[in-house]
């Protein structure tokens, strides 16, 4: 059998390039090349801007309620389709069945429906000034670029376009070169609900591809889901046409549990955000704040079930529920925190090597780790690992606490676990992070506005909010008076 090689999307159908330059992709589970993809050479680049102001022009003078029928055609396909779609994001990333199979299509698909919902809803304003009045438009602002991560790609695809889209605006998505497919799928999804031809452009490669977009003069806002490093890169490169930008980056968010918290519910929400997608998602709680009053109860109960209850293995096998990082670069990367971990001085409670499953036995694994015995200045404590490895600390002073929690130039997520309900409020309202849980981790719905606070990000994703960032507001003066002129 050859093996597959794909085009990018540009103007509703596959579009060969010039060059003929590909990359490879590998399932990380097994580390076989499964697909080859073409690179967007400047061919490409050039057909994507043009199909993307073509399908801008059909695509912003439609109502919103038009619009909004076709997303949600959309929808419905991509729900119809969630088991191929899921098993597409299996292969690519290494994530287990189990989560891919409820999580990653659903997701990307609540949040289309959610701002396909809303764009008809989207209002402007109307105010006398005087016999004279104003009013305002909202509208959409041209060509918008998204640039996605490898670790939900089809979700991160779904997270951009859903409100770029409703609010009538053309998207060019580049999806991570470690996980191209689902936001090709995306796209013939998007075509066969009746998306006009250019308003969802697909190109393919790396930094070079990702750079030409954040320069692009023809490009008015970026919407970028990576490394902190990578988000510093593209805001400085999207100041040279001063486009608009939605940075979603890294975090090393602390997770605190008083001594007066469900100690199993805490070791749930710790386990779940650090070990879900094998710890390579951008909210993980990878500091855990202990109380000394619960500590070695909180510690024990997490030593046994991370022991005894996380199965990794082939991650199609629906049984599995921890899979293998992206590439063996990354596993090369995690593995040398841990190695940090315990030179610094940090005790490994459990886990702590590569693993070699028997159903996946070349895949890309790490085990689940959990270090004790940490302090705040350690490496591992202080950079954000982006894999399965938690840090536990204890502490017995609220304030203190909060105040270590807080010193940290990263800010996307923090969680608390108490059952007195005033407390809980007023240590999460100190913390500094855009997205928070009291009692509960990781869950982010489509109504749920989520973003980082410090070098975690910049603007929102999700909720009501964000439909105001992919439009911009046009006010209307209308003279009902005669003017007064000293001229
Ligand atoms: P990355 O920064 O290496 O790459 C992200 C994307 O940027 C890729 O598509 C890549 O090709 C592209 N890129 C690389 N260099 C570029 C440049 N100079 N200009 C423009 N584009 C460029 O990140 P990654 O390794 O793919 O993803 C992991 C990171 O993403 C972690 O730090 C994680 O915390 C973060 N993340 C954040 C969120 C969030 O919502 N806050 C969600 C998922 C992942």
């Known amino acids: ?52 102001k073509q399908g801008f022009a059909a695509w912003s003078t439609m109502s919103p309620i038009e619009r909004s029928r076709i997303l949600l055609k959309a929808v419905a396909l991509l729900r ?49 000034v005087g016999e004279d009045f104003y009013y305002t438009r909202k509208e959409p602002l041209g060509i918008c670029a998204g640039i996605g991560a490898w670790n939900y790609p089809l979700q991160i695809a ?98 605190l549990v008083f001594d007066d918290a469900d100690i199993s519910q805490a070791v749930s929400a710790a386990m779940l955000g650090n070990f879900y997608t094998q710890g390579e998602i951008c909210t993980n709680c990878t500091r855990i704040y202990v109380h000394k009053n619960v500590y070695q109860q909180f510690i024990d109960e997490l030593k046994t079930r991370t022991e005894e209850n996380i199965i990794a293995g082939d991650p199609l096998d629906p049984n599995v529920n921890f899979g293998a990082l992206i590439s063996k670069k990354h596993q090369q990367l995690v593995m040398s925190y841990i190695e940090k971990g315990i030179s610094e001085g940090a005790t490994l409670l459990t886990g702590g ?5 028997a159903s996946a036995p070349n895949g890309y694994f790490v085990a689940p780790t959990v270090f004790i015995d940490c302090t705040d200045d350690m490496t591992i404590v202080k950079e954000e690992i982006f894999g399965p490895v938690m840090s536990v600390l204890t502490f017995d002073d609220e304030d203190d606490v909060i105040h270590r929690a807080n010193d940290t130039h990263l800010g996307l997520a923090a969680g608390v676990f108490t059952k007195d309900i005033k407390r809980a409020h007023r ?54 008076t005669n003017i007064e002129s000293p001229f």
Request: aromatic share 8%; glycine share 10%; charged share 15%.
């Open 158 to 255: 779904c997270w951009k376009s859903g409100p770029a889209l409703a609010a009538g605006n053309a998207l060019i998505f580049k999806p991570s070169e470690e996980t191209p497919l689902g936001a090709i799928k995306l796209a013939e999804i998007f075509t066969e609900a009746g998306v006009p031809a250019g308003v969802f452009n697909v190109v393919q490669g790396a930094a070079e591809v990702g750079q030409w977009l954040t320069q692009s003069a023809d490009i008015e806002k970026v919407s970028f889901t990576g490394e902190v490093g990578t988000g510093k890169k593209v805001v400085a490169s999207a100041a040279g046409s001063l486009k608009d930008v939605t940075m979603e980056l890294g975090g090393k968010s602390p997770l």
């Open 80 to 128: 119809e389709r969630n088991d191929l779609l899921a098993k597409i994001e299996v292969l690519d990333t290494g994530k287990p069945w189990q989560e891919a199979e409820c999580v990653d299509v659903q997701t990307g698909a609540d949040v289309i429906e959610y701002f396909a919902g809303l764009a008809p809803a989207q209002v402007g304003q109307q105010q006398m």
């Open 427 to 480: 240590v999460i309202h100190q913390l500094q992070a855009g997205i928070c849980w009291i009692n509960s981790y990781g869950n982010s719905p489509a109504e749920m506005p989520v973003g980082g606070y410090k070098q975690s990000g910049i603007g929102r994703e999700n909720g009501i909010e964000t439909l105001d960032h992919y439009t911009q507001t046009k006010s209307i003066y209308v003279g009902m």
């Open 353 to 357: 090597k590569a693993l070699s499953p």
């Open 1 to 52: 059998m050859t093996t597959p090689v794909y085009q990018n999307y540009i103007n509703g159908h596959f579009l060969k390039n010039q060059s003929g330059e590909t990359f490879a992709v590998k399932n990380p589970a097994t580390d076989d090349v499964i697909y080859y993809v073409e690179v967007a050479d400047a061919f490409i680049q050039n057909a994507a801007i043009q199909s993307a």
